[in-house]
């Protein structure tokens, strides 16, 4: 592949997400050469590990999940870091509890006190986002509810809230 095409293909990605085509694109073609990526299919997988370097949950927004008959390499990292994002916006005194990843969602239980919440992502391969703007929520009667009370729905701006609004229920 000529220096001239990797560049054209390295826009394509960074313009698709919505990056800017400033000084960025020097170090990107640097990391590029070093690491050794020959392949344009392998561009995906470098560009996901340039995000890895951001800190917030964020990162995924936009991202397309390769399918797959099993756990990927993108997926585990997208579950370990909303799980990570959840822990950290749950309610005072409240803990999550029975933690789930399934195959391309997540789910789990919020518990404080004897109340517990249920919560659940859409499979992020066919509803990009979806993870971030409609989050199943509900009460449920312990840690293994998984019918509980009346769905309800939750951005992930807002699951502090609606954790809190059903807990107080």
């Known amino acids: 592949m000529k220096q001239v095409s990797i560049a054209v ?3 394509h990605i960074l313009s698709q997400h919505r990056l800017a085509l400033k000084s960025d694109l020097t170090g990107f073609l640097d990391s ?3 690491l050794g990526i020959r392949d344009v299919g392998n561009l995906k997988k470098l560009e996901v590990r340039k995000d890895m370097k951001k800190d917030s949950i964020e990162k995924w927004i936009g991202y397309e999940f390769e399918s797959s008959s099993g756990l990927t ?3 585990s ?13 749950l309610p005072h005194g409240s803990e999550l509890v029975n933690w789930s990843r ?4 997540i789910c789990g239980f919020v518990k404080r006190g004897d ?15 979806n993870w971030n703007v409609n989050i199943l929520v509900r009460t ?5 509810d998984y019918t509980g009370g009346s769905n309800g729905y939750s951005t992930l701006a807002d699951f502090t809230g609606a954790i809190e609004r059903l807990l107080t229920i």
């Open 115 to 129: 109340k517990f919440v249920y919560f659940s992502t859409s499979d992020v391969r066919h509803w990009q986002d």
């Open 9 to 11: 293909w390295i826009a």
């Open 32 to 34: 590029w050469i070093i």
């Open 102 to 105: 399934g195959h391309f969602e």
């Open 77 to 89: 990292l997208f579950a370990r870091d909303i799980k990570k994002h959840i822990k950290e916006v």
């Open 73 to 75: 390499k993108e997926f």
């Open 140 to 144: 449920a009667k312990h840690e293994k």
